[in-house]
C-alpha cells in the first residue's frame, strides 16, 4: 500500500505543478495582451490668408470701379462743355457780326485719357481713405490668427508632450512583452519536463484516462481509508462513484423538471379558478339586468293600460256632452 500511496502522492504532485504552471502562463499570457497606447494626432495648423486677399480684391475692385465710373462722368462733362462752348460761340458771333457763321474754330476733340488722369487724381484721397481702413483691417485679421496659430502651437505642443509620454510607455509594454515572451518559454519548458517526468515514471503503471487531480484525489482517499490495495480496484470504485454522481445528477434533475411542473399546473389551476370566478360573477351581472329589464317592461305595460283606460273615459265624457 505504501508504494501505490507513494506512487499517487509522487503523481498528485506532478498535476499540481503542471496546474500551477499552466495558471501561471494563462496569467502572463493575458498580461502579454495589454495593447500599445494610441498617440494623438497633432492638429494641422496653416495661416489663413483668403479674408485678407478677398479684402484687398474687394478694395482693388472698388477703386477700379469708381475710378472708371467718375472718369465716363468727367468725359461725358467734356463732351457736354464742348457742345455749350459750340453754342456760346455762335451765339455771340450772331449778335456780333453780320457775317454768317464760320464754324468753331476752338478745339473740337475731347480726351478720355486725360479724363481717366483727372478721375484718378480724384480719387486718391479715397484710395488713401480706403486703404487706411483696409490695413486696419487687415492687421486684426493677422493678429486674430496669429492668436489662433499660437493656440493650435501650445496644443500641439502639450499633444506631442503626451505623445514622448506614451511613446516611452509603449517602450515598456514592449519590453514587457518581451519578458512574458520569455517567461511563457521557460514556462512551458518546464512543462515539457514535468509531461516527460510524468511520462517516464507514471504510465508504467498509472492508468493514463485518469491523470487528473479529482481521478487522483480520489485514488490516495481510497487507499488512505485501505478500501483499494491496487490501482485497478481503485479505478472500478472511481467508476462506479461516477456513475452513481452521474445518476444522482439526473435524478436531481428530473425532480426538479417535475417541480417546475407542478407549479406550472397551480398557476394554471389558480387562472382556471379565476376564469370561473369571473364567469359567475358576469352570470349574476346579467340575471340582475335581465330582472331589471323585466321590471321596466312590466311598468311600462301597466302605464299603457292606465293610458288606454284614460282616453276611453274622456272619449265617454265627450259623448255624454254631446
Request: proline share 2%; glycine share 2%; aromatic share 8%.
Amino acid at each position: 500500500m505504501n508504494g501505490l500511496y507513494d506512487g499517487l502522492i509522487y503523481i498528485r504532485s506532478l498535476l499540481l505543478k503542471m496546474q500551477s504552471l499552466n495558471e501561471e502562463e494563462a496569467k502572463v499570457v493575458q498580461q502579454m495582451q495589454r495593447p500599445l497606447i494610441a498617440q494623438r494626432p497633432l492638429h494641422k495648423v496653416k495661416k489663413e490668408k483668403s479674408k485678407i486677399i478677398i479684402l484687398i480684391v474687394v478694395y482693388l475692385l472698388i477703386i477700379i470701379t469708381q475710378t472708371f465710373d467718375l472718369s465716363f462722368t468727367l468725359y461725358e462733362d467734356q463732351k457736354r462743355a464742348l457742345e455749350y462752348d459750340m453754342v456760346d460761340d455762335k451765339a455771340y458771333w450772331v449778335m456780333t457780326h453780320d457775317e454768317p457763321y464760320p464754324g468753331y474754330d476752338g478745339e473740337l476733340t475731347t480726351n478720355y485719357g486725360t479724363a481717366l488722369v483727372k478721375a484718378m487724381v480724384a480719387m486718391l484721397p479715397i484710395a488713401i481713405i480706403l486703404a487706411i481702413i483696409v490695413i486696419v483691417i487687415a492687421r486684426k485679421i493677422n493678429k486674430k490668427e496669429n492668436k489662433r496659430i499660437e493656440e493650435f502651437n501650445l496644443a500641439n505642443a502639450a499633444i506631442e508632450k503626451d505623445n514622448q509620454r506614451i511613446a516611452e510607455e509603449n517602450k515598456g509594454i514592449i519590453l514587457y512583452k518581451e519578458e512574458c515572451k520569455v517567461q511563457i518559454e521557460e514556462i512551458r519548458k518546464q512543462k515539457c519536463e514535468i509531461a516527460n517526468e510524468y511520462r517516464k515514471n507514471a504510465l508504467t503503471w498509472f492508468p493514463k484516462d485518469y491523470g487528473y487531480l479529482s481521478a487522483v484525489n480520489y485514488f490516495i482517499n481510497l487507499v488512505e481509508n485501505h478500501m483499494v490495495t491496487n490501482i485497478q480496484d481503485a479505478v472500478e470504485k472511481y467508476l462506479t462513484y461516477m456513475y452513481r454522481a452521474e445518476v444522482t445528477g439526473e435524478l436531481k434533475a428530473i425532480k426538479a423538471n417535475q417541480t417546475i411542473m407542478i407549479n406550472n399546473q397551480r398557476i394554471m389551476i389558480s387562472q382556471q379558478e379565476e376564469l370561473v370566478r369571473q364567469q359567475i360573477l358576469g352570470n349574476m351581472i346579467n340575471s340582475a339586468n335581465l330582472a331589471v329589464n323585466i321590471s321596466n317592461n312590466a311598468k311600462l305595460t301597466n302605464i299603457q293600460s292606465s293610458a288606454a283606460s284614460t282616453a276611453s273615459s274622456m272619449a265617454q265624457m265627450n259623448s255624454k256632452l254631446r
